[in-house]
């Protein structure tokens, strides 16, 4: 399961760190460096280290002499995350349509058809993976590669609902947004393409209180909507 010959902490970081975002690992699931580390067959010091990373991100919550559990979802944090998401993607949209790009054009074509396939096939695991990848090859495409890596560090929260919303809403929504991004760059038109990502990354914000009420374990109590 892990590359003993790479550094093995990040590795379980970023397993335990998937493994909260899909909801393999609820809320409240108490975690032990020990059985862990038995798990993935290494000592407790990279269980560890990958703990105290997972902590710093808001997934876990580390109570000295009383253990690790797995945070709840901080509706703050879900909205900081789509705020700070939707200012540098509105923008990295903005910039690909200032410039034809047929070969982008064409990959991110091929890319939703994919994503048509893993809805149609109810692969809601697939088609998350493969949002992931969309929006990954947009900032690629506009080089703005340490802007893509300050959101991908921030959006864990973010994630842990949108995993939760594949349970919920079509994702053939999703897929369709996806499309009218696609095709406002296409047009070369950056004001339609802002337009469609905003609108994109907005969706969360009339889903979330539907989730809120579907999953109220998951959340943190003390905040509201």
């Not at 108490?30 to 798990?39: M, P």
């Not at 200012?87 to 923008?91: F, S, V």
């Not at 695991?125 to 900032?139: K, P, S, Y």
């Not at 009420?213 to 959340?219: A, G, L, R």
């Given at each position: 399961?892990?590359n003993?010959?790479?550094?093995?902490?990040?590795?379980?970081?970023?397993?335990?760190?998937?493994?909260?975002?899909?909801?393999?690992l609820?809320p409240?699931t108490?975690?032990?460096?020990?059985?862990?580390?038995?798990?993935y067959?290494?000592?407790?010091?990279p269980?560890r280290?990958?703990?105290?990373?997972?902590?710093?991100?808001?997934l876990?919550?580390?109570?000295?002499?009383?253990?690790?559990?797995?945070?709840?979802?901080?509706?703050?944090?879900?909205?900081?995350?789509?705020f700070v998401?939707e200012?540098?993607?509105?923008?990295v949209?903005?910039?690909?349509?200032?410039?034809?790009?047929?070969a982008?054009?064409?990959?991110?074509?091929?890319?939703?058809?994919?994503?048509?396939?893993?809805?149609?096939?109810?692969?809601n695991?697939?088609?998350?993976?493969?949002?992931?990848?969309?929006?990954?090859?947009?900032?690629e495409?506009a080089d703005k590669?340490?802007?893509w890596?300050?959101?991908e560090t921030i959006?864990?929260?973010m994630?842990?609902v949108r995993?939760?919303?594949t349970?919920?809403?079509?994702m053939?929504n999703?897929?369709?947004?996806?499309?009218e991004v696609?095709?406002a760059l296409?047009?070369?038109?950056?004001?339609?393409?802002e337009?469609a990502?905003?609108?994109?990354l907005q969706?969360?914000l009339s889903d979330?209180?539907?989730?809120v009420?579907?999953?109220?374990?998951?959340?943190d109590?003390?905040?509201?909507i």
């Open positions: 399961m892990l003993l010959s790479a550094a093995v902490s990040p590795q379980v970081f970023r397993l335990l760190r998937n493994r909260i975002i899909r909801g393999d609820e409240g108490r975690l032990s460096e020990a059985e862990i580390g038995a798990e067959e290494v000592s407790r010091q269980v280290e990958a703990f105290i990373k997972l902590a710093d991100e808001g876990l919550e580390i109570r000295p002499q009383r253990g690790t559990f797995v945070r709840k979802i901080a509706v703050s944090a879900v909205m900081d995350a789509r998401r200012a540098i993607e509105a923008d949209v903005k910039l690909l349509a200032m410039t034809g790009n047929p982008l054009h064409r990959e991110l074509r091929t890319q939703i058809a994919a994503q048509r396939e893993r809805v149609e096939a109810g692969d695991l697939g088609f998350m993976e493969l949002d992931e990848r969309f929006h990954r090859t947009l900032a495409a590669h340490h802007a890596s300050m959101v959006k864990s929260q994630d842990r995993y939760l919303s349970k919920r809403f079509p053939e999703l897929v369709h947004q996806h499309a696609v095709a296409e047009r070369e038109n950056p004001a339609e393409a337009a990502m905003r609108q994109h969706a969360i979330l209180p539907d989730i009420e579907d999953k109220p374990t998951y959340f109590a003390s905040e509201r």
